[in-house]
């Protein structure tokens, strides 16, 4: 994934760790399975290589909240750069998943001896926290059919990527409900409704077609 400072300049982040001499490891996930729970300590910084991650709140009442379901590129774990103590939210993968594992002393101790890497990093950071607040924004003021259609355009990264992905990770219908704050039920009918008008195709995967723009923009 390219990240964009400020001044335009290009950040990859793939590329930072591993021409910043981070120390890292790799850790395999099966489908399913938890990579870290919330009020877990926050030690770490992740990048998924590959699969995919969901990113859950629980709330002091039971519910629980996605927040995210993050790809191939993305970063996650990094509340422990703002001296966070415990983890804020479960990470769970749901495909098998294979992420960098680094520690957060790792890097903070590069981002102090590069600096020209700061403020690219920070900026990512940055973005990341918009988008999430985006979608809060979101589940307050659109409609369940306007909040699904972007939040499978946001999974497909159209806008984010000159590219974007032909085919989804597989999300569950439940996982997308929870996304988006509606019931399963919800999610079923305008999936359905989306592959009649033919936004979306699946059968196995999922495809997202930039028809479904019309949806997500529409007022």
């Not at 290009?10 to 009020?39: C, H, P, T, Y």
Request: hydrophobic share 40%; glycine share 6%; net charge positive.
């Amino acid at each position: 994934m390219k990240m964009k400072s400020g001044k335009n300049a290009s950040f990859d982040v793939e590329s930072f760790l591993k021409s910043a001499g981070i120390g890292r490891r790799v850790k395999e996930f099966r489908k399913s399975e938890v990579i870290f729970s919330q009020g877990d300590p926050a030690v770490n910084v992740m990048y998924v290589r590959h699969g995919a991650v969901k990113l859950a709140v629980l709330s002091s009442s039971g519910k629980e909240a996605v927040v995210a379901v993050l790809g191939p590129g993305d970063i996650f774990g990094e509340w422990c750069l703002a001296n966070h103590r415990v983890c804020i939210a479960t990470a769970t993968a749901i495909q098998p998943t294979s992420v960098l594992v680094i520690k957060k002393d790792e890097i903070v101790r590069v981002l102090h001896a590069q600096h020209t890497l700061c403020e690219p990093f920070v900026s990512y950071m940055v973005e990341k926290t918009i988008r999430i607040e985006e979608r809060l924004l979101d589940q307050l003021f659109n409609s369940t059919e306007k909040r699904l259609a972007r939040a499978l355009l946001r999974l497909a990264r159209y806008g984010n990527e000159a590219q974007p992905q032909a085919n989804l990770p597989k999300v569950s219908q439940q996982t997308l409900a929870e996304m988006i704050g509606t019931t399963r039920t919800q999610v079923n009918l305008f999936m359905n409704k989306f592959r009649k008008l033919r936004y979306i195709d699946y059968n196995g995967g999922l495809k997202v077609h930039r028809s479904l723009l019309s949806v997500a923009l529409q007022d």
